[in-house]
């Protein structure tokens, strides 16, 4: 079984910035993309950003240049630098990771259970 535990979230002023982290464990061979996800009141969930295993990055058009994704395979945690907030941003963020639990299995997508930010004066 594989968990990831996401921590960083709360309330924010417009401006300001979080960090959002999230800590994969369990039964894991490899990693393979982590990314981020937010999913907004009455909205459906899309993609933030993401990162391939080699560590190249991709941003959603409306947070580039604002947020950095960062991975560290060895801890087995990928992270969300959130600077520059606006109250668009206002959501409940998700990690996710395709994840490799032996050799011979296939890549499956395990979900964070997710972590408030809410960007507000």
């Known amino acids: 079984q594989v968990q990831l535990v996401e921590s960083g979230g709360g309330l924010v002023h417009p401006g300001g910035s979080l960090r959002l982290s999230c800590a994969a464990s369990g039964s894991i061979f490899t990693i393979n993309d982590m990314a981020w996800y937010r999913q907004a009141p009455g909205r459906e969930r899309e993609l933030v950003a993401v990162i391939t295993y080699g560590g190249k990055a991709k941003y959603a058009d409306s947070v580039s240049g604002r947020f950095t994704i960062s991975r560290d395979d060895g801890k087995k945690t990928v992270s969300l630098q959130m600077n520059s907030l606006k109250p668009g941003d206002t959501a409940v963020y998700y990690c996710?990771?395709?994840?490799?639990?032996?050799?011979?299995?296939?890549?499956?997508?395990?979900w964070g259970q997710g972590t408030e930010v809410t960007v507000s004066s």
């Open positions: 996710h990771a395709a994840v490799r639990i032996a050799y011979y299995s296939n890549i499956l997508p395990y």
